[in-house]
């Protein structure tokens, strides 16, 4: 599975979009991007995932670039509830189902 | 909206002694997973269970753990003789099916071996 680089921390004021950046450079064309949170020490949540195109849901958007090696995970208005840390993870579905975690992203919505 | 149950939420057991930590999936949901967190680390895959089968399963997944789903509504993760370092969040994940891309994740266990 390829690699995945995310910034340790981030701030966002409520209200406001956040824009959380994943850079997977090494991404082989059957791997999908998905992201996933973990409020506090609860279990992970799923939030979205893409192959190529943009994919948008009720919680995020997700914009992968043309080249598929990077990819930002967009909350359009970043409420208190949304602090958390953010996982962005690359997997070939077809051949595991396994989900590798890094060390993603802290998101930290201030007031 | 249906979720994923895991007991206990606590659990402190003794080196050395056996534990069993259950979960319940989401009821038609047939891929099932179990993940670890030590405390402070990151979130590890354990094992996956499909068909009354491991799927795939980690390095950790050693001899010393093994899972089962005794009655078609739980699914359970047991350690034979646990070790300090087995000191962790254990979280049981489900999936609806192959075509599905999501996994949905209990509430966890938190093991405390001493």
């Known amino acids: 599975d390829a690699k995945t680089t995310q910034p340790p921390s981030m701030d966002c004021a409520e209200g406001r979009a956040a824009n959380l950046p994943c850079n997977h450079s090494t991404i082989s064309g059957n791997e999908y991007v998905y992201w996933y949170r973990q409020i506090h020490s609860q279990g992970p949540q799923y939030i979205i995932h893409?192959?190529?195109n943009n994919e948008t849901n009720e919680m995020a958007s997700l914009i992968i670039t043309e080249d598929r090696k990077s990819s930002t995970l967009i909350l359009p208005h970043a409420t208190l509830r949304d602090t958390a840390v953010y996982y962005c993870?690359?997997?070939?579905?077809?051949?595991?189902?396994?989900?590798?975690f890094g060390t993603g992203t802290r998101l930290q919505v201030f007031p | 909206e249906p979720e994923v149950t895991q007991t206990p939420s606590h659990q402190v057991t003794q080196m050395g002694q056996e534990v069993i930590l259950r979960c319940v999936p989401i009821s038609n949901h047939l891929y099932f997973y179990w993940y670890r967190q030590i405390l402070g680390q990151k979130v590890e895959f354990l094992v996956s269970f499909y068909n009354n089968e491991i799927s795939e399963k980690s390095e950790i997944f050693d001899d010393q753990f093994s899972v089962e789903r005794p009655d078609g509504s739980n699914f359970t993760l047991k350690i034979r003789s646990t070790k300090l370092e087995d000191s962790a969040m254990y979280f049981c994940?489900?999936?609806?099916?192959?075509?599905?891309?999501?996994?949905?994740f209990g509430p966890g266990t938190r093991l405390t071996v001493t």
């Open positions: 994940a489900s999936r609806v099916d192959r075509s599905s891309y999501e996994q949905y």
């Open positions: 893409g192959l190529k």
């Open positions: 993870i690359v997997s070939a579905s077809y051949n595991t189902d396994k989900l590798i």
